[in-house]
């Protein structure tokens, strides 16, 4: 089942922070976040594994919380570069190949 | 290094006609992915493969085929192209199940 991504688009200013949620019916074994711009192929961010690490990645950080089955992607002080869709991917089990992803967050970042 | 090429870029296809899409990745990984994204809806599994000789059908694998002869090649198959299969493919590759995706640049194929 295709994770849930919440919200479905968002608008920033420069400099304003953003959360994108992505949230599973499944007993999830890791998140996968990636940033696809217009006509491009996605870009891999970070990878979350099972055990509620958090990670970063420049002004770009992601926490997995694996009780709620939920992952949150946070943006800070965003940048215009920071602009495209944003997709949350969901591999429920050790033995699972099948990355599932959700239907993506569009984030428009504005001067 | 390349990384993954996608060929070819844009292709028209006829309804019944067949094609392959190529896909070639210079990195050693062994895991491919062959995904298909339709506006809106993310992007889909059609098939996988976790090393040469193997595959494995995804979430929308009918009116697909593919092969895995070497671990560097892993091409799509389209037989009897239909409407339904207008979209960008996507191809990806992994070195494990616990490693981020490689996206190769993708081919809008249209089907009409």
């Known amino acids: 089942q295709q994770p849930v991504q919440s919200p479905q688009a968002v608008i920033l200013r420069e400099g304003e922070d953003a959360v994108i949620n992505c949230s599973s019916s499944k007993a999830l074994y890791s998140v996968h976040w990636y940033r696809q711009k217009h006509g491009e192929a996605p870009v891999f961010l970070m990878i979350l594994l099972k055990g509620g690490e958090q990670k970063g990645h420049e002004k770009i950080s992601a926490s997995f919380n694996e009780k709620k089955q939920q992952s949150s992607l946070y943006l800070t002080a965003s940048q215009l570069s920071y602009s495209g869709t944003y997709f949350c991917?969901?591999?429920?089990?050790?033995?699972?190949?099948?990355?599932?992803f959700g239907k993506g967050t569009k984030l428009s970042v504005i001067p | 290094n390349a990384g993954v090429t996608q060929t070819p870029k844009f292709r028209i296809l006829k309804i019944g006609q067949s094609m392959t899409l190529q896909c070639t990745q210079d990195?050693?990984?062994?895991?491919m992915y062959w995904y298909r994204q339709d506006p809106g809806m993310g992007l889909k599994l059609i098939y996988y493969?976790?090393?040469?000789?193997?595959?494995d059908k995804g979430e929308v694998p009918n009116g697909y085929n593919v092969s895995r002869s070497t671990t560097e090649d892993f091409p799509l198959r389209l037989e009897l192209a239909a409407p339904s299969q207008t979209s960008v493919y996507f191809c990806?590759?992994?070195?494990?199940?616990?490693?981020?995706?490689?996206f190769g640049s993708g081919t809008r194929l249209t089907v009409v």
């Open positions: 493969s976790v090393g040469a000789g193997i595959t």
């Open positions: 991917g969901a591999l429920s089990g050790a033995g699972s190949y099948q990355l599932t």
């Open positions: 990806a590759s992994s070195p494990g199940q616990v490693y981020g995706y490689t």
């Open positions: 990195m050693n990984h062994n895991y």
